[in-house]
């Protein structure tokens, strides 16, 4: 999908959940849209100050953070980095990433399986999870190929 058609259904989203994006919250969205795998922070920040010079590391930040409780882009705790949802408009999904480790590419997999069999430990111990993600590290397959 085009990053502009992305950001049309993004913003009938928060319409409806009547929250706002901003016009840095829609820079950083575009950037993210833009942006083939996972990127980091201080690079959403190198690529905003081409379009607005005056932008600050606090702006990406709390625009990060914006756009991820929305369920719109998903944070990578291990390699620090953002990655746009595949299917944005069900927020709360469980999240499986595969990251590879030699060229940084993330592909974002949904395995029902998986989520079934962690809730179900979870109910056993009587936990309630209220957020999954899984970070697989690895390489990818044209990673494989290459060596
Ligand atoms: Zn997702
Ligand atoms: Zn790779």
Request: charged share 20%; net charge negative.
């Amino acid at each position: 999908m085009e990053s502009s058609q992305l950001l049309e259904l993004a913003r009938e989203y928060c319409k409806k959940n009547g929250s706002r994006l901003t016009p840095a919250r829609e820079q950083v969205f575009l950037l993210l849209a833009q942006n083939q795998g996972a990127i980091g922070a201080y690079d959403l920040l190198e690529q905003l100050k081409q379009i607005d010079p005056g932008a600050k590391p606090a702006t990406v930040y709390r625009a990060l953070d914006f756009l991820a409780s929305q369920g719109f882009v998903h944070k990578i705790e291990s390699i620090n980095a953002f990655l746009m949802c595949d299917h944005f408009s069900e927020c709360s999904h469980p999240v499986q990433l595969l990251i590879c480790d030699h060229c940084s590419s993330v592909e974002e997999i949904q395995s029902n399986n998986l989520d079934l069999a962690l809730r179900a430990m979870a109910d056993a111990s009587g936990f309630t999870i209220t957020k999954q993600v899984v970070e697989a590290h690895g390489r990818c397959k044209n990673c494989q190929r290459a060596t």
